[in-house]
């Protein structure tokens, strides 16, 4: 899932000045789940752009699903609202704000209401934790499930490092050392061998930005 972060209302409220009548789009996947976009979070946002003299058009927030995937229906079936529209504040992650951006007809202008900050999981104590850096070159497969490029503040693909203490980070003492995680996780099945293994330098070339796949 994308982690995001709501804007400051001052930040939005400066976004939308001088744009009066306003659509809100949420999310019903990542942004639902972090509460910056979700159904309640657009009521709310809905509430106090009301408040602050904003005319609200309509509201759309895909059920249970990314609002990337279903945007083009969210945006047929309020079309006339949109018509009327003179901003769109999209509350959920960079793509979901793009994909309203290339699917819109009515030329409204289009506005982030969140800010996005990584790829995560749900740990079992609920916490979102950013695990993959989308790298292009998973090795996933030798380290038992936990990401070196991302979960090492250094990034080591070869470790750990000398400065590891108790197993914790010496750049962050709060955090584990993601070398002893794999470490461990492979001596409790049996794998220890795999830390012989020497990966070669990431292929940067494999990560390129913008990265692009047919849909079939």
């Not at 976004?15 to 976009?37: E, H, P, S, V």
């Not at 030329?107 to 995560?120: T, V």
């Not at 409790?188 to 990265?211: C, F």
Request: net charge positive.
């Amino acid at each position: 899932m994308i982690v995001t972060r709501q804007k400051t209302l001052e930040q939005i409220l400066k976004m939308l000045d001088g744009k009066k009548k306003i659509f809100i789009i949420g999310c019903g996947d990542c942004a639902a789940t972090c509460k910056t976009g979700g159904d309640e979070e657009v009521r709310q946002m809905s509430d106090f752009l009301t408040q602050r003299g904003k005319e609200i058009t309509g509201c759309a927030v895909p059920e249970d699903t990314c609002v990337s995937a279903k945007t083009k229906n969210a945006l047929a079936k309020f079309s006339v609202q949109l018509k009327t529209s003179d901003a769109v504040l999209v509350l959920a992650c960079g793509s979901g704000v793009q994909c309203v951006k290339e699917n819109d007809r009515t030329h409204c202008e289009i506005f982030p209401g969140c800010d996005s900050l990584f790829a995560a999981f749900i740990d079992k104590d609920n916490v979102l934790k950013e695990v993959c850096s989308a790298c292009g070159a998973c090795v996933l497969e030798l380290t038992e499930g936990v990401c070196p490029v991302t979960r090492c503040s250094k990034g080591l693909l070869n470790g750990p490092c000398g400065g590891q203490d108790k197993g914790k980070c010496e750049a962050d003492k709060t955090k584990d050392c993601a070398w002893i995680l794999i470490y461990n996780r492979l001596k409790e099945k049996g794998k220890v061998e795999n830390l012989k293994k020497t990966l070669p330098p990431k292929d940067a070339s494999r990560s390129k930005k913008p990265g692009i796949v047919l849909k079939k």
